[in-house]
């Protein structure tokens, strides 16, 4: 009898044998080239969205040197934690450079600190995530349209 399973993308293949092995040693084959494709599609977009970002970049908010220094003062205690070629990451960061609001960015893929302190004081390793401190409490925002309904709520009139 043979040993794969019945369900499935083998199900056309449940009659290869233990014995021979060869054509659960091909689908093995094509499964990891199939895997690295997609994280080369992956990158590739990535890498793709990071540069489109930087020929359609906004421009920064001017505002008159006191009102600028009051928004950096309020910025100094954000923290957007972010993927950097995460299109909704891109999306917040566009943000944060239109309103030109001055936040501490952590790399929460590449940075393993940054990625604990995300999965052990927010909870969960999701980006983009906005640490805000504020009278001694620390809230963690999630989701791209939240973080960026607060910042256009909190600095577009600043």
């Not at 499964?31 to 969205?49: D, P």
């Not at 030109?100 to 390793?125: F, H, W, Y």
Request: aromatic residues 8%; positive net charge.
């Amino acid at each position: 009898m043979c040993g794969t399973k019945k369900t499935g993308i083998h199900r056309r293949f449940f009659f290869v044998c233990k014995k021979s092995g060869k054509l659960r040693a091909l689908l093995h084959s094509l499964r990891e080239a199939f895997n690295v494709f997609v994280k080369a599609l992956r990158v590739g977009l990535g890498q793709l969205i990071i540069f489109i970002d930087f020929l359609t970049r906004p421009g920064k908010k001017q505002r008159p040197a006191e009102a600028q220094a009051k928004v950096n003062s309020a910025a100094k205690d954000l923290t957007l934690y972010q993927f950097h070629a995460c299109p909704f990451c891109v999306k917040t960061r566009r943000t944060l450079r239109r309103l030109n609001v001055p936040v501490a960015l952590r790399d929460a893929k590449n940075s393993e600190q940054d990625r604990q302190t995300l999965l052990e004081q927010g909870g969960k390793i999701k980006v983009p995530c906005l640490r805000i401190e504020e009278n001694g409490q620390t809230t963690w925002m999630y989701e791209s349209k939240v973080i960026i309904d607060y910042l256009d709520k909190r600095f577009a009139a600043a």
